[in-house]
């Protein structure tokens, strides 16, 4: 793995308001001034502005990581800070997602608003990239993914009901 790799990793894992920027490029905005989702183009234009960025963690992922399946590990959690609908129990993420084997910390970054996924490997070609070695908060424990093939929803938790 070379430095700009690392640095790209340390740069996701280090900085979360940057990560959550970041990844916001990767997903149409809903634009109320004229009542529409954002074209291809523009979500594509918005994402450029990270584009070494984007190809760096990509490469990172599908080079230097480790497929799932290669693990002991079933269960992965994911935590989002608001509740969403997912029409079926086969998910996959097209932009930079952080998973962790711990509970208790998705359920942090969920916060009360929010929900924690419960997600079981599925797919034999689902790859992430181990960065708690990288990371200033290994406690964490974080797996990132980047443009998964499907992994399956098991559970779904509403933090304020647990």
């Known amino acids: 793995i070379t430095a700009n790799h690392l640095m790209a990793v340390i740069?996701?894992?280090?900085?979360?308001?940057?990560?959550?920027?970041?990844?916001?490029?990767?997903?149409?905005?809903?634009?109320?001034?004229?009542?529409?989702?954002?074209?291809?183009?523009?979500?594509?234009?918005?994402?450029r502005e990270y584009g070494l960025w984007s190809r760096l963690l990509t490469e990172a992922v599908n080079d230097y990581g480790h497929r799932i399946k290669d693990y002991s590990i079933n269960c992965y959690y994911h935590g989002i800070n608001n509740r969403m609908v997912f029409p079926?129990?086969?998910?996959?993420?097209n932009c930079p997602t952080s998973l962790t084997v711990r509970y208790e910390v998705a359920a942090q970054f969920a916060t009360e608003n929010g929900i924690v996924l419960d997600l079981r490997k599925d797919s034999a070609d689902l790859r992430f990239f181990n960065c708690t070695w990288l990371s200033c908060f290994s406690n964490e424990d974080e797996r990132l993914l980047l443009f998964s093939p499907t992994i399956k929803l098991h559970n779904i938790m509403v933090v304020s009901l647990l």
Not at 18 to 36: M, Q, W, Y
Not at 88 to 93: A, C, E, P, S, V
């Open 11 to 47: 740069l996701y894992c280090k900085f979360t308001q940057l990560a959550c920027e970041f990844s916001k490029t990767f997903r149409r905005i809903f634009r109320e001034e004229d009542n529409r989702l954002e074209t291809i183009e523009e979500v594509k234009a918005r994402n």
């Open 88 to 93: 079926q129990f086969q998910i996959q993420f």
